[in-house]
């Protein structure tokens, strides 16, 4: 408002001013003394105004120049204070430049960096970038030998593990399991009287008809053995399956559901170390119904145990070992011995036969005269010698000398 109340006055100056005298040129210059009273000045347009002229013209408006020379003194000081508190941070800002470049000189301890030529530049920036991908890769490494490790452990300490959890070995998968077993069978080897010239040997078929196919079968794949010289016997049905001195007799029946599948005693008589009679039996109340290929492997399996040979691997989640003595849930990959270490097995305890004696004897009824039948005994009443998830080993003393070891395959839906 003040501005333009002074470009109002100005524009009356300008229209109430006399003309300039002739003295005056266009430069505002004079020849003639400047006398106070009678100063002229030369306007923002080119126009000379006689101060005394203004000064009656503002008289007339009721306008004191004295107020606006105030104003004017005041806006200058603004202005000024402006401008010093500009200088002021302005000059705030440059010290605090200083001190940053003051800390960061100190930080690099006094070294002096050259200038970096533009294609050192360049390749520094390259060389960052491949840092930050080195410690990408290397983070990565790091976590691949970290997994690698725990894999190892698992691997190799997974079954132990497991079982420090209170698992069952049995139970794990195949991965998990041991290849290599530290020996070739676990258990105890027995054997038949002989004179290391092989084995031969009677067995009596005391099975019902649907299990002949079974037996014959079991019988021929472990005549293969060059220690065994094998003839078989057809005999009444004997369910009770009494032993027979000198003889594997082998039978079935539905000897109820006591948690075996199969079963094979061995008998040793007057405190002689020697198989004296074998008897393996087929429980009928498991094995009524199943697969031919179960009850193949229950057959050779209860047979070899009659031939004094143990078990080849108690682990039956491990890969197949082709043998029937081995155990399994896969019947079909186990049916038969194995003609390789269970042949051996055989010729390290019998020694080669010299000549096989072929054909099979009339059935005819046999009665047991050996003092063992005569006696009452169960297995469990014996002692067990070993357990584990899939079999159990009992030995029964019945005196004189005499005891029978009784090996039992247990039903694995139990």
């Not at 229209?15 to 009273?37: D, I, L, M």
């Not at 057809?234 to 032993?243: A, L, P, R, Y």
């Not at 050779?300 to 039956?316: M, Q, S, T």
């Not at 005569?374 to 357990?387: A, D, H, I």
Request: glycine letters at 8%; one cysteine or more; proline letters at 3%.
């Amino acid at each position: 408002a003040e501005e333009d109340q002074r470009g109002a006055h100005m524009n009356m100056q300008q229209e109430t001013a006399p003309q300039a005298p002739s003295q005056f040129n266009t430069n505002g210059n004079t020849n003639s003394n400047n006398n106070s009273n009678n100063a002229v000045r030369m306007t923002g347009t080119g126009t000379f105004v006689d101060r005394n002229s203004t000064r009656e013209l503002f008289q007339q408006m009721g306008i004191d120049p004295r107020d606006m020379i105030d104003d004017d003194e005041e806006y200058a000081r603004k202005a000024e204070q402006e401008f010093r508190d500009e200088a002021l941070a302005m000059e705030l800002q440059r010290k605090e430049q200083l001190h940053r470049n003051a800390a960061r000189l100190r930080g690099a301890r006094g070294r002096v960096v050259a200038p970096v030529p533009a294609h050192v530049n360049g390749a520094a920036s390259r060389n960052r970038r491949c840092s930050n991908t080195s410690k990408g890769c290397c983070s990565a490494g790091v976590m691949a030998i970290i997994v690698g490790g725990a894999a190892i452990c698992l691997v190799l300490f997974g079954s132990n593990i497991w079982e420090g959890m209170g698992g069952d070995a049995d139970d794990l998968p195949p991965f998990f399991q041991d290849n290599w077993p530290e020996s070739d069978t676990t258990g105890e080897f027995s054997q038949w009287r002989n004179k290391s010239k092989g084995l031969e040997l009677l067995l009596q078929n005391s099975l019902t008809s649907d299990w002949d196919t079974y037996f014959v079968e079991a019988v021929a794949d472990w005549n293969k053995a060059p220690a065994l010289s094998l003839i078989t016997e057809n005999i009444d049905v004997d369910k009770e399956c009494s032993s027979v001195p000198g003889i594997m007799k082998v039978c079935n029946d539905a000897y109820g559901f006591n948690g075996w599948t199969g079963l094979n005693e061995v008998y040793f008589t007057g405190g002689n170390s020697k198989i004296s009679a074998s008897v393996a039996k087929m429980n009928e109340s498991y094995l009524n119904g199943k697969s031919a290929a179960e009850k193949q492997y229950v057959m050779c399996h209860e047979i070899g145990h009659g031939f004094g040979l143990p078990h080849r691997d108690e682990n039956a989640n491990n890969p197949d070992l082709g043998s029937c003595l081995d155990y399994t849930h896969r019947y079909k990959n186990n049916m038969r011995p194995d003609n390789i270490i269970d042949f051996d097995n055989l010729l390290n305890m019998y020694g080669e036969i010299q000549a096989r004696r072929l054909g099979s004897v009339d059935k005819q009824p046999r009665e047991a005269i050996s003092n063992i039948s005569k006696k009452q005994w169960t297995y469990r009443e014996g002692r067990m010698l070993m357990q584990t998830k899939h079999y159990e080993v009992y030995e029964n003393d019945l005196g004189d000398g005499d005891r029978v070891v009784t090996t039992v395959l247990l039903s694995q839906t139990e």
